[in-house]
T-cell receptor, first 116, second 113 residues
Framework: GNSVTQMEGPVTLSEEAFLTINCTYT??????LFWYVQYPGEGLQLLLK?????DKGSNKGFEATYRKETTSFHLEKGSVQVSDSAVYFC???????????????FGPGTRLSVLP | DVKVTQSSRYLVKRTGEKVFLECVQD?????MFWYRQDPGLGLRLIYF???????EKGDIPEGYSVSREKKERFSLILESASTNQTSMYLC????????????FGQGTRLTVV
């Protein structure tokens, strides 16, 4: 079945540091790939997405490139801020079991703390 | 903006009570999902629905049921709440193809005492 693996946290960085959170996936066919962010006590917010190989998703300074050859979708940001402190989830969408509808599979989440 | 609204942010219920968690979306999405989120366990899919009156079991359906009588509303039902169902519950919705992603509600923190 489909699965998503992402680096375990927590990740602690100083403000303005470079961020990479690794994500790899296993899927049949051609899934769409996503990064979500969750702030304390809130639901998940879609951060960026990519729907086919070599697509680059970007939003709020975050970027991720859909790499089919390495089955990866690593999240990067050149200069993090304290306000980026949150939990980040990598996810994919693909056919549900028995092909009824689409389903989303999430990684375990990576907690990021950015210190001033 | 897509809006997915869950009926309560915080809920406290007693063991054995029947609990209803409601979720409404305003984007005419075909798919709707219920997840629970627990520390160290990530998001786990309870049930999902790809059409009105249709439902499919997710990874942890035991102790739960769902109802989807209208396209915009997806209800999660705890038939007889137990303390191990204390958790954060997240509702989400998406278009049938899932290409643009799933959109989440703000979550309901349920405590069963």
């Amino acid at each position: 079945g489909n699965s998503v693996t992402q680096m375990e946290g927590p990740v602690t960085l100083s403000e303005e540091a470079f961020l990479t959170i690794n994500c790899t996936y296993t899927a049949t066919g051609y899934p769409s790939l996503f990064w979500y962010v969750q702030y304390p006590g809130e639901g998940l917010q879609l951060l960026l997405k990519a729907t086919k190989a070599d697509d680059k998703g970007s939003n709020k300074g975050f970027e991720a490139t859909y790499r089919k050859e390495t089955t990866s979708f690593h999240l990067e940001k050149g200069s993090v801020q304290v306000s980026d402190s949150a939990v980040y989830f990598c996810a994919l969408s693909g056919p549900a079991r028995d092909n009824y509808g689409q389903n989303f599979v999430f990684g375990p989440g990576t907690r990021l703390s950015v210190l001033p | 903006d897509v809006k997915v609204t869950q009926s309560s942010r915080y809920l406290v219920k007693r063991t054995g009570e029947k609990v209803f968690l409601e979720c409404v979306q305003d984007m005419d999405h075909e798919n709707m999902f219920w997840y629970r989120q627990d520390p160290g366990l990530g998001l786990r899919l309870i049930y999902f629905s790809y059409d009105v009156k249709m439902k499919e079991k997710g990874d942890i359906p035991e102790g739960y049921s769902v109802s989807r009588e209208k396209k915009e509303r997806f209800s999660l039902i705890l038939e007889s709440a137990s303390t191990n169902q204390t958790s954060m519950y997240l509702c989400a919705s998406s278009f049938m193809t899932g290409v643009v992603g799933a959109f989440f509600g703000q979550g309901t923190r349920l405590t069963v005492v």
